[in-house]
């Protein structure tokens, strides 16, 4: 039990610094700084860009949000582009023939591989087997086609083929010249591979993730950290961490768009950009506006990270597929593409392959430009709305 | 009264809080709690969890709207946000907020910028918190004293002339309050107007000028920590170890004015305990002797009428 100890002035751990501190003085100290050392016209400016540099450095120290900026969806680029390599251009489709004549020597080899077979009896085993889809059979002026009802589709163009063909045989034995020629030209400039579609979706996506979950886990994490009441605090007005955010938003969306549309270009994957490419840049800032607002919103609402991550990837993973991020949503039911034009992701998705591989103009821009706008007013003034700056 | 930006007036309050309420709900928060505290001085506001210190201190900062009352630091009013008034006041939050990953002197730069501070002032502050070995340590790899003392620096960066402290001690370790301490009398010793929460009694009575303890949102007294206790007009009470002496015997002693035996000691209760003492002495009987005058813990307990407990 010890008396009133008023702890010995200079206390053991003290005295070291004590003497340090006492010969340096911190610069300033007695000159009060706010006051003196304002510098620069435009001091908002400067607290802005600090704020946005001390979140680019964040984040870029950050493994795990850069994995999932940068790596992850092009992990999804790569496979995709490989999966689908190939499938853009018709391989020919094997069928069993049975029997000679002008028929099977007509068929096209781009379309159709012709197999003889030695009788129909073993040709019909292998359709049955779903080894063949069809089997032709020619002897004399008869020719059959049997085809197995598996694969309808293919059913209908080896019909489809085998019928012109035969057509193309008669016109010829009756010696006159054809009245009508058909002509076929591609629409597109270029060609229309799976990787060119793709890219601009796994861009779309890419951007739209990465603004929503940077600006939802800024607002969330500074919020819980205090540092939105020491900003508040500072003379910096507010909306510089706002400005902050959107603009290493905008300088992280055009460095994925770099790697991402880089790397699509390597021959393994070959996309083939079209002149109009560089409309895409306006596309990226008001596709990246829109998904930070929806961040916004999200970091007003989650009280934690860990919610605010849940939220975002509840928002934005659902948007992807029915936008058509990752597979052709025309085949959908009509009721799910009316969802789909009602999401900012299907226009951003839309503008970038209308510019990036379709070589539209800046029209093909008018649309997705005032829905991604449209779409960043009014979430951002919900957000704002539901903001707070400290933790309840 | 003092004149915004000049500051020279030693006598006159940098802070004036008046009538001070924030009522959440059914709960008062804050009961119209007024003080004044001077330039220059260190200013406790002391108090049990939940007794409203961090509620009046954030009103006084500015952060938190009062429901009644009136807050002016350095002559101007706290609330609404005022640009102006911000650069001349420093705080430091409870929980210690910091830019995830960034380094000790990035912190310090950031927040300096925020305030329009040059970069090269950081490594001073670094020094005078005693992080200058730490300067490229990741604010997540420091030590809770650490980041404290850091916490304090990025307060201090814009070279403010108040500096609000919330808790600064508060789950430290007996080594780093110590430290932290140390810091915050050099702060001190340059001027600066320091208002500072804590729990910890013995804390505050070492290190504040003045003392408002706090209990359910009123502040029950304000005075030195000194003061304080001697307005208790409290006994000392002597202990002697077991044994050594009867309780009857004890009661014969001059100056002892009650005896009492717990836990194994005889305890007696004196008004005069210089005259105790020496009786003592001169019966040899000072071996394991332990003298308690009054602390702050017992003006707690005479105001409140129960143990302190933070």
């Known amino acids: 039990m010890s008396g009133v100890e008023s702890g010995p002035p200079g ?19 007695g000159v009060p700084a706010g006051r003196g050392a304002r510098s620069g016209p435009t001091p908002a400016l400067r607290q802005l860009l600090t704020l946005g540099q001390a979140m680019l450095r964040g984040f870029f120290r950050d493994r795990n949000a850069l994995f999932f900026t940068f790596l992850f969806p092009l992990m999804f680029l790569v496979i995709f582009g490989l999966i689908f390599r190939d499938s853009g251009q018709t391989r020919p489709t094997t ?16 379309v159709v591989k012709a197999t003889p077979y030695a009788s ?29 009802a598996a694969d309808m589709v293919r059913a209908g163009i080896l019909q489809g083929i085998v019928a012109s063909v035969v057509d193309h045989a008669n016109l010829a034995a009756t010696g006159q010249l054809p009245r009508y020629r058909l002509v076929a030209t591609q629409v597109e400039a270029s060609n229309l591979e799976p990787i060119q579609f793709i890219t601009p979706g796994i861009l779309s996506w890419g951007v739209a993730t990465s603004a929503a979950f940077g600006a939802a886990l800024t607002l969330v994490s500074w919020r819980r950290k205090q540092i939105l009441r020491r900003v508040r605090l500072s003379p910096a007005p507010v909306w510089t961490v706002l400005g902050a955010r959107v603009g290493v938003s905008l300088v992280t969306a055009v460095v994925q768009a770099v790697v991402f549309v880089g790397v699509a270009l390597l021959p393994i994957f070959g996309l083939r950009l079209t002149g109009t490419w560089w409309l895409a840049l306006p596309l990226l800032i008001a596709g990246t506006l829109a998904f930070v607002s929806v961040g916004l919103l999200v970091g007003a609402v989650a009280k934690t990270d860990e919610a605010a991550s849940a939220m975002a990837n ?76 400290d933790e309840a | ?39 220059g001085e260190f200013f406790g506001i002391l108090g049990p969890n939940g007794a409203g210190k961090t509620t009046t201190l954030e009103m006084v900062e500015g952060i938190r709207q009062p429901d009644a009352g009136t807050v002016a630091v350095l002559g101007m009013p706290a609330w609404p946000r005022n640009p102006r008034l911000l650069p001349r006041i420093g705080v430091q939050l409870q929980a210690s907020s910091f830019f995830e990953r960034l380094t000790a002197r990035e912190q310090l730069v950031t927040f300096g910028a925020l305030y329009g501070v040059p970069a090269a002032r950081a490594e001073a502050f670094l020094d005078l918190v005693g992080l200058a070995e730490k300067a490229d340590t990741r604010e997540g790899l420091l030590s809770g004293g650490q980041r404290q003392r850091l916490s304090i620096a990025c307060a201090l960066v814009h070279d403010p002339d108040v500096l609000f402290l919330d808790e600064p001690t508060a789950s430290l370790d007996p080594q780093a309050r110590h430290n932290l301490w140390d810091v915050l009398r050099t702060i001190q010793r340059r001027g600066k107007t320091i208002v500072y929460t804590t ?35 409290a006994p000392t009470r002597v202990s002697l170890p077991g044994g050594v002496l009867s309780a009857h015997l004890a009661e014969q002693l001059p100056g002892a004015d009650h005896v009492a035996t717990s836990e194994g000691e005889l305890v007696v209760t004196t008004r005069s305990p210089a005259q105790l003492i020496s009786a003592l002495a001169s019966a040899d009987l000072l071996d394991g002797v332990g003298v308690r005058t009054a602390t702050l813990e017992d003006v707690f307990l005479e105001l409140t009428g129960r143990e302190y407990r933070a």
């Open chain 1, 120 to 148: 129909e009896e073993q040709a019909l085993t292998k359709v049955r087997a779903g080894d063949l889809p069809a089997v032709l059979i020619e002897q004399g002026d008869s020719v059959v086609l049997r085809f197995s």
């Open chain 1, 95 to 110: 069928i069993g023939v049975v029997g000679s004549g002008p028929v099977i020597s007509a068929l096209p080899a781009t």
């Open chain 1, 314 to 389: 509840f928002i934005v993973l659902p948007m992807a597929f029915l936008s058509g991020t990752f597979f052709d949503i025309s085949q959908a039911p009509r009721w799910l593409q009316v969802v789909s034009e009602a999401l900012p992701l299907r226009h951003m998705n839309d503008g970038m392959i209308a510019v990036l591989v379709r070589g539209q103009g800046a029209s093909a821009l008018v649309t997705p430009l005032l829905v991604l706008v449209g779409f960043t007013v009014v979430v951002t003034a919900v957000a704002v709305r539901v903001f707070s700056w």
């Open chain 1, 11 to 29: 206390l053991g751990v003290a005295a070291g610094r004590g003497d340090r501190s006492g010969r340096g003085d911190p610069p300033g100290l």
């Open chain 2, 1 to 39: 009264m003092t004149t915004a930006g000049t500051g020279q007036a030693a006598a006159a309050a940098a802070i004036q809080v008046h009538e001070l309420s924030k009522t959440y709900g059914e709960l008062r928060a804050v009961d119209r709690v007024s003080f004044e505290v001077g330039e």
């Open chain 2, 199 to 233: 729990h910890y009694i013995d804390e505050a009575e070492i290190l504040c000028d003045r003392v408002a303890i706090m209990d359910h949102g009123r502040i029950l007294a304000l005075d030195s920590p000194a003061a304080l206790v001697r307005g208790l007009d």
